[in-house]
């Protein structure tokens, strides 16, 4: 495991770095503002107000406390109800305040939300623009990971603690009015008591921001143990392979490393806090002393005494709430830096236009296609060129990791070339619009979804325009040959399938194949079919079924099947055998048989197998 960041690995001078994390201040206020500004507006009005009122409650207090000693020295009744008249004014304050306060907890409670569902909605909508290779790097999951931890909560977090500094100012400034006139030093003293507290905590909240961006592929992989340890999906391999107990103990091991981490920098701070806590509290009980021995020599009144201790130890509260909230106010801006992080991801665009092509009926065309995936050296394809015209069926094979789903990626455009074109009907890939491409190819990956819904979403998920088209989804079940089990069910289309929900059915592997077989046939616009290991959980009676039917219901259509299984590849047209990326063998199976080369020798290998 890598070593944990130290607290000054960032050289930087700390003032410019810690001014510089509050420009994501404006980005949560404009975030909050357009989430709801009604809401908005009614918790800066109620922090306004909650601001104005405890001087107004200290000031009442003082002259109650002053009525009751004039009513003391004079026995008037009227003095007497002038201690009530002031008592009840402050009933009417206090009320007020807790109103305030009342407000305010039910404005923020329903603005975060609707903020953290605001959020959560930027972080997937921004998802959806990537492409598949940010998806397959672990580096972008890490960034994935922090943008969603904290991301939904920090944003309302830094606004209301901006509209708590504005009511702390406010209350603040009542409190300094009416302390400055026993001194300016007591004002002073406030101030200068708070700031150690301010400063430490600001460089603690830098060093836990710190320590949470290292721990997130660490917090990953835990998450992923757990996974492991508790999901239908993998549980069954690991109890059957007795694996539990090492991936709890790696679970155990993470977990403990990580909480020594924390438990380090939670006793630094608890310690830190502590001490600085006490210096505030000398602070006070000095100004309590200060205070008690003006009261007593005569220099004020006894409801002034009760009044300046009252704002006093008060308004050290809110000085130190004040600083506290610059410090939080700095550490949301720090995890607001992984959301913006997150969402400024570079979009790399090149959508086209074109919505057919130059030359329709001319089908597909590789021509000298290469790719290397990101961070590798070796090409996934070498120079790869073919042509499938429509009605025909093109077979690949080669040993896994030969490029066969890589080419297939390349078609559907989750991936470009990295030289060479793809073309549709004469027209290169790159110049088409996406949907529109897409519109064009039903495909079913050898780890095809098995989506936890109801068998007609299942299969209508192939295409989402005509999501829950009845009829539709009926004719794509009939060509994946999903139909017969489906209508043996009870609640037929509107069974739910999986385990995760209530009265999930489970399906077995091949029926999950036929269901997304189906899924591929969802798109009646589609001309080209691309099935990647679809039968590979159906036996060899079964899998002949699927393809007899399969080769019927794709006559005019284009097809391209990946199989290691011959008996499947030799209904195609044309059969390319590829090797380590490389187009090695090409022609139909009697050619290749003839050949007598690669494809011939693992054809005869597979069928010693069934002899």
């Keep these: 495991m890598r070593s944990a960041p130290s607290a000054n690995s960032d050289n930087s001078p700390v003032l410019t770095r810690f001014f510089g994390v509050f420009r994501y201040s404006k980005e949560a206020l404009r975030l909050v503002w357009t989430t709801d500004k009604r809401l908005t507006l009614l918790i800066l009005a109620l922090t306004i107000f909650a601001g104005v009122v405890p001087g107004a409650i200290a000031y009442v207090g003082k002259l109650i406390v002053d009525a009751v000693v004039l009513a003391v020295e004079t026995d008037l009744p009227e003095d007497r109800w002038s201690v009530l008249q002031w008592i009840g004014v402050e009933a009417v304050f206090v009320i007020l305040m807790a109103a305030a306060q009342r407000g305010l907890m039910m404005a923020n409670s329903l603005l975060r939300a609707l903020l953290g569902q605001r959020v959560n909605v930027m972080i997937l909508e921004k998802a959806q623009t990537l492409e598949l290779s940010h998806f397959e790097d672990s580096e972008f999951y890490d960034k994935l990971t922090r943008a969603r931890r904290e991301a939904s909560s920090r944003p309302l977090s830094l606004v209301t603690r901006t509209f708590g500094l504005v009511q702390n100012a406010i209350t603040l ?49 835990r998450n992923y143990l757990e996974w492991l340890l508790a999901r239908e999906d993998y549980v069954k391999e690991v109890k059957l392979f007795g694996a539990g107990d090492l991936f709890l103990d790696r679970y155990r091991k993470i977990f403990e490393t990580l909480y020594a981490e924390d438990k380090a920098l939670t006793l630094k701070r608890g310690t830190w806090g502590f001490l600085l806590g006490v210096l505030s509290s000398v602070a006070f009980y000095g100004a309590y002393g200060w205070i008690g021995w003006s009261a007593a020599v005569g220099a004020i009144t006894l ?80 120079q790869i060129s073919l042509h499938l015209q429509p009605g025909k069926k093109l077979a690949l094979v080669g040993e896994n990791g030969s490029g066969k789903t890589t080419l297939i990626k390349l078609l559907t455009r989750l991936y470009r070339p990295t030289s060479g074109r793809v073309l549709l009907d004469g027209l290169d890939l790159n110049e088409w619009q996406l949907d529109a491409l897409r519109d064009r190819i039903g495909v079913i990956f050898q780890d095809f979804v098995r989506y936890q819904l109801k068998v007609g979403e299942n299969i209508g998920v192939g295409d989402v325009a005509n999501f829950e088209a009845r009829d539709q989804q009926v004719a794509a079940a009939e060509k994946g040959m999903a139909d017969p089990f489906i209508d043996e069910m009870e609640l037929g289309y509107d069974t739910q399938l999986g385990r995760w929900f209530k009265d999930g059915r489970e399906l077995s592997g091949g029926q999950w194949q036929k269901i997304a077989l189906s899924r591929a046939f969802m798109r009646k616009q589609a001309d080209i079919l691309v099935l990647d290991e679809p039968t590979s959980a159906m036996d060899a009676q079964a899998e002949a079924r699927i393809f007899d039917h399969f080769r019927q219901a794709t006559q005019k259509q284009m097809a391209i099947l990946i199989s290691h299984r011959f008996s499947t590849v030799r209904m195609a047209d044309q059969i390319i055998v590829l090797d380590q990326g490389k187009m090695i063998e090409r022609g139909s199976h009697e050619k290749l048989m003839q050949m007598g080369g690669h494809y011939a020798h693992l054809f005869e290998i597979q069928a010693k197998g069934y002899q």
């Design 173 to 221: 400034l009542t409190y300094g009015w009416l302390l400055i006139q026993f001194s300016w030093l007591a004002v002073l003293g406030l101030v200068v008591a708070a700031l150690p507290a301010f400063i430490v905590e600001t460089y603690f909240s830098g060093a836990a921001f710190r320590l949470f961006r290292w721990q997130v592929p660490e917090t990953r992989k």
């Design 303 to 382: 409801g002034g005494m009760t009044m300046y201790l009252l704002i006093f130890k008060q308004g050290q509260s809110a000085i130190a709430a004040s600083l506290t909230a610059i410090g939080k106010m700095y550490e949301d801006n720090l995890y607001l830096s992984n959301l913006y992080e997150f969402l400024d991801e570079p979009i790399i665009t090149h959508d086209g236009t074109a919505t057919s092509g130059l030359e329709p009926g001319d089908g597909v065309r590789f021509e000298d296609v290469s790719f290397v995936y990101p961070d590798q050296t070796t090409p996934a394809l070498d």
